[in-house]
């Protein structure tokens, strides 16, 4: 299992397409085996669901995420666990030991316009 967390420095982005960074984390028989930082590639509609199904990720965990996004997630055969916000170390272990609360997204249409990848402002809850 290889799993994805929206990353601001060590706690999850509130806007998984507008996040600097994606922490990629190897799960193997309830282990962590592997963890990569990676920058965003962008946010450019379709592109992240695609740039993660090519790095092998099978489940992204995130605070929030528009409809849109979602349905390109599951194209791309990626299950999405919505509504996860803290420190990337304590939702990985929570991943692992099957104890991670999902809920709904944080995200409303358009409350991430003006954040992330070269921005600076977000309208979440």
Known sequence: MKI???????????????????TIVD???????????????GHVPGLIPEFLSKKGVNCIISSGMGNRAQELFQ??????????EGKIDDIIKCFISGELVCGESTCKPESGKGYGVDKSACEHK
């Open 75 to 84: 194209v791309n055969n990626i299950e999405i666990m919505l509504g996860v």
């Open 4 to 22: 994805a967390v929206p990353t601001d420095n060590e706690y999850t982005s509130p806007h998984f397409g507008r996040s600097p960074q994606f």
């Open 27 to 41: 799960i193997i028989d309830n282990k962590e085996v592997k963890r990569e930082l990676i920058d965003n590639p």
